[in-house]
């Protein structure tokens, strides 16, 4: 019996400009072809026309424009990218039929565009790759990069250099990749970038419109608020305790995003933090703790932390030490300074030698598991809501609360819990605990 495949939409591509410009339509293509498009050669057999913009001289731009005229008095479905993505205004007021206008190197927002404007049919023969993407991660939970780079200059890190200043990713295309990851099995969401609370800054917060009607600030806190809606469990991981931070901890307190916040402090001691470049390098930040807990008392506090920093005496140490007791936060990972090469502190004075390092490494360790054994004592006897990981065939399970982060926090360990299934989220009792790790049974 023959099978009968569904016809792909088939895209026009009209490319303007130099070789950057035709690598960036390349680059597009490829996208919209493993996502099942098809190309067509002319005006006349495409569902959707892109035209790929330059805007390098005016002679340059009036070309676009007409390109533009042509595509819409051929075709009449025409979707604009590059250069001259920058002056929409311009084109919506000479061709106000234009689908979308995305700037030049957009070629998530592009390709988001024809999505949009000509749908490919769900079908496994087109759709090689699953809606969601390619995973590593188990079905269950998936990380959602919402920046790449940073604009910070940390003295032990050559990330900036590496990966450059910030760029965030448009709000309205994270949620459509939170709505289509959730749709294909993830219950919890894990927000990465190099620095979630700065997401936006380089858009100046501007709100972009949704498909659903709504609009979207391209900010940390309303970004969390919308991914709380789509997602059973969403996980903020690197932010930097800056004023604004407080704004979310509101919504740990109603229950849109996990009680939890990943915070690599690195360093209590202020002249440390000076002489790293540490951002959001606040006195306050053990007040601010406070008045967390004060909204969200589960919140548990995830941090990293460098020992032996150049110029770090005994005093900076201790001062460290007295802090985390004060701060009491709930998981700590802790390094001994490394020069990695490139990175500005390489050159710093006052290098600490490895014995100290060790000797102070072994230190911080044991003072945080102190720390960490004692919280989770506190939770034998209480119900915990716990996501499960692995199932096995002696009829436990593997699961973590909603304050452990998969690979880096602690887990939760079940008995009597063969009939659960991967990703359940499910009440748990809390029977007993160690330095990392809690054992209970659901509930
Ligand atoms: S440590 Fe983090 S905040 Fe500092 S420069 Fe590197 S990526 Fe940016």
Same mark, same amino acid.
């Given at each position: 019996?023959?099978?009968?495949?569904?016809?792909?939409?088939?895209?026009?591509?009209?490319?303007?400009?130099?070789?950057?410009?035709?690598?960036?339509?390349?680059?597009?293509?490829?996208?919209?072809?493993?996502?099942?498009?098809?190309?067509?050669?002319?005006?006349?057999?495409?569902?959707?026309?892109?035209?790929?913009?330059?805007?390098?001289?005016?002679?340059?731009?009036?070309?676009?424009?007409?390109?533009?005229?042509?595509?819409?008095?051929?075709?009449?479905?025409?979707?604009?990218?590059?250069?001259?993505?920058?002056?929409?205004?311009?084109?919506?007021?000479?061709?106000?039929?234009?689908?979308?206008?995305?700037?030049?190197?957009?070629?998530?927002?592009?390709?988001?565009?024809?999505?949009?404007?000509?749908?490919?049919?769900?079908?496994?023969?087109?759709?090689?790759?699953?809606?969601?993407?390619? %995973?590593?991660?188990?079905? &269950?939970?998936?990380?959602?990069?919402?920046?790449?780079?940073?604009?910070?200059?940390?003295?032990?890190?050559?990330?900036?250099?590496?990966?450059?200043?910030?760029?965030?990713?448009?709000?309205?295309?994270?949620?459509?990749?939170?709505?289509?990851?959730?749709?294909?099995?993830?219950?919890?969401?894990?927000?990465?970038?190099?620095?979630?609370?700065?997401?936006?800054?380089? @858009?100046?917060?501007?709100?972009?419109?949704?498909?659903?009607?709504?609009?979207?600030?391209?900010?940390?806190?309303?970004?969390?608020?919308?991914?709380?809606?789509?997602?059973?469990?969403?996980?903020? &991981?690197?932010?930097?305790?800056?004023?604004?931070?407080?704004?979310?901890?509101?919504? @740990?307190?109603?229950?849109?995003?996990?009680?939890?916040?990943?915070?690599?402090?690195?360093?209590?001691?202020?002249?440390?933090?000076?002489?790293? %470049?540490?951002?959001?390098?606040?006195?306050?930040?053990?007040?601010?703790?406070?008045?967390?807990?004060?909204?969200?008392?589960?919140?548990?506090?995830?941090?990293?932390?460098?020992?032996?920093?150049?110029?770090?005496?005994?005093?900076?140490?201790?001062?460290?030490?007295?802090?985390?007791?004060?701060?009491?936060?709930?998981?700590?990972?802790?390094?001994?300074?490394?020069?990695?090469?490139?990175?500005?502190?390489?050159?710093?004075?006052?290098?600490?030698?490895?014995?100290?390092?060790?000797?102070?490494?072994?230190?911080?360790?044991? %003072?945080?598991?102190?720390?960490?054994?004692?919280?989770?004592?506190?939770?034998?006897?209480?119900?915990?809501?716990?996501?499960?990981?692995?199932?096995?065939?002696?009829?436990?399970?593997?699961?973590?609360?909603?304050?452990?982060?998969?690979?880096?926090?602690?887990?939760?360990?079940?008995?009597?819990?063969?009939?659960?299934?991967?990703?359940?989220?499910?009440?748990?009792?809390?029977?007993?605990?160690?330095? &990392?790790?809690?054992?209970?049974?659901?509930?």
């Amino acid at each position: 019996m023959a099978t009968i495949l569904p016809t792909p939409p088939k895209i026009g591509m009209v490319s303007l400009g130099c070789p950057k410009n035709l690598v960036d339509s390349e680059r597009i293509l490829t996208q919209l072809r493993s996502d099942g498009y098809q190309m067509s050669p002319d005006y006349a057999g495409a569902d959707v026309v892109l035209v790929n913009t330059c805007g390098f001289l005016d002679s340059a731009k009036e070309e676009s424009l007409e390109a533009i005229g042509e595509a819409i008095a051929e075709n009449g479905r025409v979707i604009v990218t590059g250069c001259m993505g920058k002056e929409a205004e311009a084109i919506r007021t000479r061709f106000p039929q234009v689908l979308a206008i995305t700037g030049a190197h957009e070629y998530e927002q592009v390709v988001g565009a024809v999505h949009d404007a000509a749908p490919i049919p769900p079908s496994a023969f087109l759709n090689l790759v699953p809606d969601a993407g390619l %995973k590593l991660t188990p079905r &269950h939970y998936s990380y959602l990069k919402i920046s790449e780079g940073c604009n910070h200059r940390c003295a032990f890190c050559i990330i900036p250099s590496l990966r450059g200043d910030l760029v965030s990713r448009r709000p309205d295309a994270i949620l459509r990749e939170a709505e289509k990851l959730v749709a294909a099995g993830t219950k919890e969401l894990l927000v990465i970038s190099q620095d979630t609370s700065a997401y936006g800054v380089d @858009m100046r917060h501007s709100t972009w419109p949704l498909k659903s009607g709504g609009t979207v600030r391209a900010h940390m806190t309303d970004l969390a608020r919308e991914l709380g809606r789509i997602a059973p469990w969403v996980r903020l &991981h690197y932010v930097y305790p800056y004023p604004h931070v407080d704004q979310v901890i509101p919504l @740990m307190a109603e229950g849109l995003v996990l009680p939890y916040l990943d915070i690599p402090f690195q360093h209590a001691a202020p002249s440390v933090l000076k002489r790293m %470049k540490r951002p959001a390098n606040d006195a306050k930040v053990l007040e601010r703790i406070r008045g967390w807990r004060a909204v969200a008392p589960d919140i548990a506090i995830r941090s990293t932390f460098v020992v032996g920093f150049p110029g770090e005496t005994e005093a900076d140490f201790q001062y460290l030490l007295d802090w985390l007791d004060e701060a009491q936060l709930d998981r700590v990972g802790a390094f001994r300074f490394e020069p990695v090469e490139g990175a500005s502190a390489n050159a710093l004075p006052d290098q600490v030698p490895e014995a100290v390092k060790e000797e102070r490494y072994a230190r911080i360790m044991e %003072k945080t598991a102190a720390i960490s054994t004692a919280k989770l004592y506190a939770k034998i006897g209480r119900t915990l809501d716990v996501i499960i990981d692995a199932v096995d065939e002696d009829g436990g399970a593997t699961g973590r609360s909603e304050a452990d982060a998969p690979e880096i926090d602690g887990e939760v360990f079940l008995r009597d819990a063969g009939h659960l299934a991967l990703g359940d989220i499910v009440p748990v009792t809390i029977e007993d605990a160690d330095e &990392h790790d809690l054992y209970g049974v659901p509930a």
